[in-house]
């Protein structure tokens, strides 16, 4: 499977609502991996940012595959001294 094409933004989960999940892989608010804060999270598209994800005021820029990997590897989201 290639990710080549594949796009995440991260947000703020205090805008959770405002995600058409429709226009994302993820399927619900409940579905999504959150940071160990519990106060962001992040959506997944191909193609075109869609226009939910546009209209968020707390996304970051585009992460590609890679860089996102490295990001959710980081101490913010996944937790040093869990077993693995």
């Known amino acids: 499977m290639s990710?080549?094409?594949r796009k995440y933004v991260v947000f703020d989960l205090t805008e959770v609502?405002?995600?058409d999940f429709s226009q994302v892989m993820?399927?619900?608010a409940?579905?999504?991996r959150k940071n160990l804060a519990e106060?962001?999270?992040f959506v997944k598209y191909e193609g075109d940012?869609?226009?939910s994800v546009t209209a968020l005021t707390t996304k970051?820029?585009?992460y590609n595959h890679a860089d996102i990997l490295a990001l959710l590897a980081g101490t913010d989201w996944t937790d040093p001294n869990?077993?693995?």
Do not use: G, R
């Open 82 to 84: 869990a077993d693995v």
């Open 3 to 5: 990710f080549d094409n």
């Open 26 to 28: 993820e399927t619900s």
């Open 17 to 19: 609502d405002t995600i």
């Open 60 to 62: 970051s820029t585009e």
């Open 30 to 32: 409940s579905t999504l």
């Open 39 to 41: 106060t962001q999270s």
């Open 49 to 51: 940012m869609p226009a």
